[in-house]
């Protein structure tokens, strides 16, 4: 089931929140956690509202005004802060106080419920993975029963027990049902056997203090780095109506030639400024790192250690070599960089040209 639309409305209005950091001249209201969650039928205290003044100290914030950005999803007692959680979902809460905005996002789960990270699933013929879901149960024991099942189909199969997915040959979009007791959702298979090197397709989710679940175009390159060597870079874009609306970049100091897990590791802001050239952090990776960004949100995140890439296939193909793999990590956001509940968790799949490449200048 595509939560796209739902995601990115999320993104932005969270960003619209505006710096939860210290304000400039005016003080800044911050409000903890900065995420939170609760089950249908449940009810959350009020969040924690810090006044700090503009000379940068904590000071009592007087009244607070509540809002929930949208109140059939979590509804939230304007003078209290209670929220109440109403539908499965995902709002901002906000609140006011000395004539300044502070932000948290807060995610409501159905009592039993069924998260697919990988709402579309990108393979070639051969290639093997396991399908990520997470199933949530507000009363936990028993844990709720998971299988998977798919119609009969000779594109993929799928283990009932495991989600183990087998790519078969070529075909798309075939779904795959995720079971969890009496609660099932889908997501769709497409099986791809590029001609040549065009047409690269990305799909990934985030979650976290932001939610998304997009795709788009793909491509893969080796190219030749500052230090003489052939460098790799996974990017994949969400565009809307022409215009790139996210970015996620997998960048390594090292080419990608064989098949295997490769390692993603941190990086921080102050390694990749970001301006009108190459970064240095492309063309002169210091190791392994990874990127996410809502351009039109102005939101974005650096990974930390402990991510993996892992290639399935590359296959030679006219003009070049196709690439298929998955991927997952997590990234700091830059705004909320020391904050932990900052963190967001990166999933996704792809098939991608894997060009050697003049495009990436880095002489």
Same mark, same amino acid.
């Given at each position: ?120 699933? %990108?393979?070639?013929?051969? =290639? ?56 099932? =959702?889908?997501?769709?298979? %497409? ?38 060597? *052939? ?57 392994? /790192?990874?990127? /996410? ?8 995140? %650096? ?7 892992? $290639? ?8 070049? *070599? $196709? ?41």
């Amino acid at each position: 089931m595509k939560r796209s639309t739902v995601a990115v409305l999320g993104a932005a209005a969270l960003a619209a929140c505006g710096d939860l950091g210290v304000g400039s001249g005016r003080g800044a209201l911050q409000i903890s956690p900065v995420l939170d969650s609760l089950f249908v039928g449940d009810r959350l205290p009020a969040l924690r509202v810090t006044y700090i003044d503009p000379t940068g100290h904590p000071a009592p914030p007087g009244p607070v005004t509540w809002a929930s950005s949208d109140p059939s999803v979590a509804q939230i007692d304007s003078l209290s802060g209670g929220i109440t959680g109403r539908k499965r979902g995902a709002v901002v809460i906000t609140a006011q106080a000395q004539g300044l905005t502070g932000g948290a996002f807060v995610v409501v789960s159905d009592t039993l419920d069924i998260t697919l990270l990988l709402d579309t699933v %990108y393979v070639m013929p051969g =290639d093997t993975m396991t399908v990520p879901v997470v199933v949530l149960k507000s009363n936990h024991p028993p844990p709720a029963t998971v299988w998977f099942k798919a119609p009969t189909n000779s594109a993929y199969s799928i283990d009932s027990a495991s989600g183990q997915l087998t790519a078969l040959t070529v075909g798309g979009p075939i779904p795959y049902i995720v079971h969890a007791d009496s609660l099932a =959702d889908t997501g769709a298979v %497409y099986v791809m056997s590029p001609a040549d090197t065009t047409g690269g397709k990305i799909f990934y989710s985030v979650r976290g203090t932001v939610i998304t679940h997009v795709g788009g175009p793909a491509r893969a390159a080796n190219f030749a780095a500052l230090s003489g060597r *052939q460098a790799f870079q996974l990017t994949g874009t969400y565009v809307v109506n022409g215009v790139t609306r996210q970015l996620l970049q997998i960048t390594r100091p090292d080419s990608v030639i064989d098949v295997g897990a490769y390692a993603i590791d941190s990086l921080s802001p102050a390694e990749d400024p970001r301006s009108s050239t190459t970064p240095p952090a492309t063309c002169a990776a210091p190791r392994p /790192w990874a990127l /996410w960004n809502a351009v039109s949100a102005g939101i974005g995140g %650096y990974s930390r250690r402990g991510g993996t890439l892992v $290639v399935m296939q590359i296959d030679s193909v006219p003009g070049g *070599q $196709v690439i298929s793999g998955h991927f997952t990590f997590m990234a700091q956001r830059v705004d909320l960089y020391t904050d932990p509940l900052g963190v967001l968790s990166i999933t996704g799949t792809f098939v991608a040209p894997l060009l050697h490449s003049i495009d990436i200048p880095c002489r």
